[in-house]
């Protein structure tokens, strides 16, 4: 299958979990693909197990000015870039009497501010008719405790597809969001949760499932997979809720 045929794909956040996946299906479906990350001995390490047309570029997407390079580094690559997957993201959670402003910068910084620049950035380079992504998450749904400042970044986020998918219209470039549910990446071990806890919350968020079990990457990896091909070339402004039928069911 090469259903992103000569198609270039930059992913942030691609060393791990999702991105890491999705990176993987991209080059399974025949694009060459850059990712980003923040730490250059897992991008190392990301780019030597996926073994294909994958290059890499150290950027803290948290950090303006490193997103500000970003534009001129993916031009030592490609002049053009056919679909940007905006993945990155952090997840951490707190009564809202516990949440610090270090708290909230830090995820509105990473998710919301660093997800608005690097669109801005690389808006330039987006061939028109290409295809942005953004990965939110179903909390951005859902009224869960402890989850304040990580659902709005994502809820932001969502906003953020339908009012860019407006605005690019005469460049048809087509801005969707995907929404997954609780998958298993190494996301969970980032939260400042003790490790003794974490298969507790797990086991706990699992019985919340209709499906019966986390996703797996690869499955998210699909679906964006759709959205960055032309088979989604009618689908703008959308959001794919990809959750077991947590909120759906
Ligand atoms: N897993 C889930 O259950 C779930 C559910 C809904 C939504 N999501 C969303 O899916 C996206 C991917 O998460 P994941 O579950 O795949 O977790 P993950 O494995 O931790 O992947 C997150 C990626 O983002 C990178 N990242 C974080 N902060 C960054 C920064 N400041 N600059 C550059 N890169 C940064 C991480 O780098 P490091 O490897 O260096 O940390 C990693 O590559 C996130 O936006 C998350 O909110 C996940």
Do not use: C, W
Not at 1 to 30: D, P, V, Y
Not at 125 to 137: A, E, Q, R, V, W
Request: glycine residues 10%; without cysteine.
């Amino acid at each position: 299958m090469s259903r992103l045929q000569n198609k270039t794909a930059l992913i942030t956040g691609g060393n791990s979990g999702i991105g890491f996946a999705t990176a993987k299906e991209f080059l399974e479906q025949g694009a060459t693909v850059i990712i980003t990350g923040r730490s250059q001995a897992s991008l190392n390490e990301a780019k030597k197990e996926l073994n294909g047309k994958v290059h890499t570029i150290l950027s803290n997407t948290s950090n303006l000015g490193e997103i500000r390079s970003l534009a001129k580094q993916v031009q030592q690559i490609t002049p053009q870039l056919d679909v940007v997957f905006i993945n990155a993201g952090i997840g951490k959670f707190a009564p809202i009497e516990a949440v610090t402003e270090e708290h909230f910068d830090e995820q509105f910084n990473t998710n919301v501010k660093g997800a608005y620049f690097t669109i801005q950035e690389l808006l330039p380079l987006i061939k028109d008719g290409g295809s942005i992504i953004l990965n939110t998450s179903i909390s951005a749904h859902m009224g869960m405790a402890t989850s304040s400042v990580y659902s709005a970044t994502k809820a932001a986020l969502l906003t953020l597809t339908r009012t860019l998918s407006a605005e690019l219209l005469p460049r048809r470039i087509r801005v969707n969001a995907i929404s997954p549910g609780p998958v298993t990446t190494p996301i969970f071990g980032k939260m400042g949760i003790p490790a003794e806890q974490i298969d507790g919350l797990k086991t706990s968020i699992q019985g919340q499932v209709p499906i019966g079990r986390f996703g797996e990457p690869a499955e998210i990896a699909k679906v964006a997979t759709f959205f960055a091909s032309d088979d989604s070339s009618f689908v703008l402004g959308a959001e794919l809720i990809a959750d077991g039928g947590m909120i759906t069911l």
